[in-house]
T-cell receptor, first 111, second 115 residues
Framework: GDSVTQMEGPVTLSEEAFLTINCTYT??????LFWYVQYPGEGLQLLLK?????DKGSNKGFEATYRKETTSFHLEKGSVQVSDSAVYFC??????????FGAGTILRVKS | EAGVAQSPRYKIIEKRQSVAFWCNPI?????LYWYQQILGQGPKLLIQ????????DSQLPKDRFSAERLKGVDSTLKIQPAKLEDSAVYLC?????????????FGPGTRLTVT
């Protein structure tokens, strides 16, 4: 079945460091890809998405590019802030149906 | 616009007891999802409704879990009897018609502890 694999955490960075969280997927057909974020004590929020190959999703300084040739959707940010500390989930969906999530990556940013 | 509402936010029960969770989706959203998130894992779909019909319940443990969506709006998820491994956060999400809108909006979740 379809699956998502993302890098294990926790990832600990200093403020203003560059962030990469790796995500790869296995799926038949043409999934849409997503990054969701869960801040401490809050619910899941959509961070960004891409619906077809070579699309770039971006939001709040975060970016991810849908790479069909490497089945990847890595999350990047040029300069992280303490407020970015959260759990990040990579996910896929086909035809607007269920989201299939990775295990999540904890990000801790130190000041 | 009001978000997805869930209640209760927390619940502690003993094994073999029953429990029910309630979800009110965003107004006008036809598709409703229940996910189970075990600590340290990503959410996993339990059941998906489109209006009041079931689209996918392949991962729902039907011997103990049940869900309904009367009138295509609110939904209730029930566990009876509960087991220790049911301890998790139960998330409700909603979206527009599948194939039209891909974004799912999540509620705050219900944290269940089974002792």
């Amino acid at each position: 079945g379809d699956s998502v694999t993302q890098m294990e955490g926790p990832v600990t960075l200093s403020e203003e460091a560059f962030l990469t969280i790796n995500c790869t997927y296995t799926a038949t057909g043409y999934p849409s890809l997503f990054w969701y974020v869960q801040y401490p004590g809050e619910g899941l929020q959509l961070l960004l998405k891409a619906t077809k190959a070579d699309d770039k999703g971006s939001n709040k300084g975060f970016e991810a590019t849908y790479r069909k040739e490497t089945t990847s959707f890595h999350l990047e940010k040029g300069s992280v802030q303490v407020s970015d500390s959260a759990v990040y989930f990579c996910a896929l969906s086909k035809y607007g149906n269920k989201l299939v999530f990775g295990a999540g990556t904890i990000l801790r940013v130190k000041s | 616009e009001a978000g997805v509402a869930q209640s209760p936010r927390y619940k502690i029960i003993e094994k073999r007891q029953s429990v029910a969770f309630w979800c009110n989706p965003i107004s006008g959203h036809a598709t409703l999802y229940w996910y189970q998130q075990i600590l340290g894992q990503g959410p996993k779909l339990l059941i998906q409704f489109q209006n009041n019909g079931v689209v996918d319940d392949s991962q729902l443990p039907k011997d103990r879990f049940s869900a309904e969506r009367l009138k295509g709006v609110d939904s209730t998820l029930k566990i009876q009897p509960a087991k220790l491994e049911d301890s998790a956060v139960y998330l409700c999400a909603s979206s527009g018609l599948a194939g039209v809108s891909y974004e799912q909006y999540f509620g705050p979740g219900t944290r269940l502890t089974v002792t």
